[in-house]
């Protein structure tokens, strides 16, 4: 019961505190966040796991992340109100070639970072060749060129 | 509004996505005041978890906030004016809720009994006043009430109460 439990409470944890930092947070992982990603795994790994290193509580606590995982998709999948408060929506950053600033500034979000995605993606040269610039739900930047 | 005007396809909802900023900023706040209540010691040792109980000569030291399974030392103080037998008697139900990792310095003896458990020292002119470190483990999360007496040989008894938080 104990390692169910524990293993719940992490994953509500962490599936809050992630939704709550914003999308961008893990969407291009810099050198930086990987490390960030290891730390956090080592530090939550002692929470899920305490004193018991047996195979059968590695087994509860797996089963109990993709469970509560595959659960969780399925609630998404059958209710969109859940889906969107787990998983948020997309958002128009650039329309027409113009900035949207204030939502650029509510998700933290730099023009550089819009011009690095449209030159990876679409091999644009400039901000007036984008036609939209959209934040998607993953938390990637997706660039729609203009004609 | 689904659909921009230029036929984004695109399920957006700017008033959604508001209320989620202020969500977040909420949170957010929520976060920083639990960090700043861990550093001042609300959640677990720190400045105002830290604190003391009891006359001197008999002085228990403990936290006020523990954290379940987390290491932690109880100190009871015993003061210069006592010599012969020291008896540290603790209520069962505290002790219970524990795991007794080492008693410094170690006892003479251990007593268990239905009400509590009796840890004797010998003590020496010499040795006291000293300090006696139980490190703890806590077994059960909630509040703890722990009953300290101390009974020196030929002495008077005298007890101290203590209560603790216990976090997840």
Partial sequence: MDSVLRALAVYVFLLVIFRVAGKRTMAQITVFDF??????????????????????????????????????????????SVDRLLDGLPLVLVEDGKPLEDRLKQERIDISEILAAARQTQGLARLDQIKYAVLEQTGGISIVPKD | MTGSKDGLQIGQDLDFQRKEWRVQRIVWLFVVAILVAAVIGLIGPGPLSSTSAGPAGFRVHYLRFARWQAPQSLVVSVGSQRSGTLQLSFNRSFLDSMAVQQVTPQPAGVKVSATGFLFTFDATSGTVPADITFDLQPNSMGTLHGTISLSASGGRTSSVDISQLVYP
């Fill in chain 1, 35 to 80: 490390i960030l990603l290891l730390i956090i795994s080592e530090a939550t790994q002692q929470a899920m796991i305490g004193q018991d290193f047996s195979i059968t509580n590695a087994v509860l606590v797996i089963s109990t992340l993709i469970g509560a995982e595959r659960g969780l998709t399925w609630v998404q999948w059958r209710f969109k």
